[in-house]
């Protein structure tokens, strides 16, 4: 029998297929879909337009991108949730969406990225903030240790906010 560390790493190690990059003037999109069948879209936002070149052929702005991903459709409450309809699919879930971020980054060349993880109000969802917001948190200071940028975390009542500044060379 697996254990649980090796059921992890496994799942950590087989991200979900996923399309894209699709781009327009201020956005970098790819989507997805779970075994069971639900739909994630990954979108980076520019605060200030590309060059006017279009991608792939010149690359994205560097300058300032708001990252978000969710469940298309949400059929309910917390459904990306680890107790939601992700269930055991949540970790090729996250690994899925640390690949999509980290080819984002690689083509657009950010200065600076901002991404938010919600915290569940309800008393349930201590645990699982906890757990929500160590893996983020891992993860994001992996990216910016292997990616020279600056994470400044913060914590709000609502939300963890995950902030990174390219380093000055």
Excluded: C
Aim: hydrophobic fraction near 35%.
């Amino acid at each position: 029998m697996k254990s649980f560390t090796s059921y992890i790493t496994e799942a950590f190690n087989k991200p979900y297929k996923w399309q894209g990059p699709f781009t327009g003037n201020t956005k970098w999109l790819a989507k997805f879909h779970t075994d069971s069948g639900a739909k994630y879209v990954f979108v980076a936002a520019s605060s200030a337009a590309p060059p006017a070149m279009t991608y792939p052929y010149a690359r994205l702005d560097s300058s300032n991108w708001e990252v978000t991903f969710s469940l298309e459709g949400a059929p309910f409450e917390n459904s990306m949730g680890i107790t939601g309809t992700a269930g055991k699919e949540a970790f090729r879930i996250f690994a899925t969406v640390r690949d999509i971020f980290i080819k984002f980054a690689k083509d657009a060349n950010p200065e600076s990225i901002i991404f938010t993880a919600e915290k569940d109000p309800s008393a349930d969802g201590a645990s699982l903030k906890s757990a929500r917001s160590k893996i983020y948190t891992r993860f994001a200071k992996e990216f910016a240790r292997k990616n020279k940028y600056k994470l400044i975390v913060s914590e709000h009542s609502t939300e963890t906010e995950y902030y990174f500044k390219r380093k000055s060379k």
